[in-house]
């Protein structure tokens, strides 16, 4: 039986993306569609009918309820009350709300010009990321000043097309009546919440049934480096970022409640240094040269992807180069001299709030003096950790052989007498190939159990 005239052909439903942004960068909102048009249904503000039967409110709450993803564009564009600052335009502000109301903070994009633009960030937007862009590219290609934005949108949309609840026709299927698993979730993620634990766009509640580290991590591992075999380096910065975009797309961190176990977290891909090793809760793209690996800004250079055969010993070892300083601390050949021999290393310990850089300590004491005023940062600063020397670390599975305490000296060692001399890192990629991997029962219960 063939379809009427007027139907279109039956396929996948694509997700439902909602662009605002201010009239005077409605260049940009193309910009953005001409990227995300294939992934998405796509509605820019402009195109939304308002006419005299429904005021702009009543609008904008349809189309947050028929939306999956929402992009807002903040600019500079309005004076703000903070001196030689700017604000977005109210309504990109006002929009920002509802749409976080709506979708929540892991389907709400928001892009903000890169450089010295002074914007100034509400302060119950605090903790968003925005992700940047060239508004001052001079030849004018603005979907290609979008770009790298919208790799990081399309990752996330794919990562989480999955976990739509109704994809893409809200508005057609009658009223929402929560299911049992639903309501199941959202108990748990109560229970989360009530110890602590804030489910992000980084994290996720419910564990993979295949819940073995090493699988994740090699999943991840060869669909940021497909076809690899041995030792395989990358020198292209643009390139590099891109393929540990891949390897440490969200979600990164897994919570569930367990009756035998209260909270349970499930962390598959960690870094490596012989100090400080840590789980990995998220990754960023700051620009096309530089990201963040949590709280450590990082100017990666030199990327060697090793994958031995063994889907427990493939891992990424990372080379960056040094970053200038913040002005915040004294920064002498003395001082850094000195980290150096420390650590291996040089590095300072600062916070991001609202645009400005303060101090460690000021972090610590949960105020700061910003442009001559006594401000609480009340939660709402960012850790950050700049390099001021070259410095490298490892990416690998939870599982990883790596992860052996009894080997932390000798990898520290190795680690950083690989920075200056290939020699010590081709002996630390040949010592890692021997380590012996975990027991099995370390494999069975890899997943790290929090109890309340």
């Known amino acids: 039986m063939s379809l009427p005239a007027n139907t279109p052909p039956t396929s996948v439903a694509k997700p439902r993306l909602f662009i605002g942004c201010a009239r005077e960068d409605l260049f940009i909102a193309k910009a953005l569609q001409e990227n995300l048009w294939r992934e998405t249904e796509i509605t820019v503000w402009d195109e939304d009918q308002f006419d005299s039967t429904h005021c702009p409110i009543e609008v904008l709450l349809q189309r947050a309820d028929e939306t999956d993803f929402a992009v807002l564009v903040f600019s500079p564009l309005d004076p703000s009350c903070h001196a030689g600052s700017k604000s977005a335009r109210d309504n990109v502000v006002f929009e920002t709300g509802l749409f976080l109301g709506k979708l929540g903070r892991n389907r709400v994009f928001l892009l903000k010009p890169q450089g010295g633009h002074q914007l100034k960030l509400p302060s119950d937007l605090a903790g968003l990321e925005p992700l940047p862009f060239d508004r001052e590219r001079a030849d004018g290609n603005w979907t290609s000043a979008v770009a790298p934005a919208c790799t990081h949108i399309r990752k996330r949309i794919i990562a989480l097309r999955g976990a739509l609840k109704s994809p893409a026709h809200h508005a057609h299927d009658g009223p929402q009546v929560p299911s049992q698993a639903a309501s199941k979730e959202s108990t748990k993620q109560n229970c989360l919440e009530s110890h602590g634990i804030v489910v992000d766009e980084f994290s996720v509640v419910g564990i993979p049934n ?166 609480q940062l009340e939660d709402r600063a960012a850790l950050r950790v700049r390099y001021l020397t070259p410095y490298n670390l490892i990416i690998a599975s939870k599982e990883s052989p790596i992860n052996n305490s009894q080997f932390d000296f000798t990898f520290a060692d190795l680690m950083n007498r690989s920075i200056r001399d290939h020699k010590a890192l081709a002996e630390l990629f040949e010592l890692i190939a021997t380590l012996p991997l975990q027991p099995e029962f370390m494999q069975k219960f890899s997943a790290s159990r929090k109890t309340s």
């Open 210 to 375: 295949r819940s073995t580290t090493a699988f994740f991590h090699e999943e991840r591992f060869t669909k940021a480096f497909p076809g690899v075999r041995e030792v395989k380096w990358f020198s292209e910065v643009p390139d590099i970022i891109e393929r540990l975009n891949i390897l440490l797309a969200p979600p990164l961190k897994f919570y569930d409640t367990d009756a035998q176990y209260g909270v349970c977290g499930w962390d598959p891909i960690w870094w490596w240094r012989g100090r400080g090793n840590n789980s990995i809760d998220s990754f960023r793209i700051l620009s096309l040269r530089k990201c963040l690996l949590d709280s450590q800004e990082l100017l990666p250079y030199r990327l060697a992807a090793v994958n031995t055969g063994s889907y427990r010993r493939s891992f990424v070892y990372l080379e960056c180069a040094a970053d200038k300083p913040t002005g915040l601390y004294p920064a002498t050949a003395t001082d850094i001299e000195r980290k150096v021999q420390s650590f291996g290393y040089a590095y300072e310990e600062f916070a991001e709030f609202e645009g400005q850089l303060v101090t460690r300590e000021e972090y610590d004491d949960g105020a700061a003096v910003i442009k001559g005023v006594v401000d």
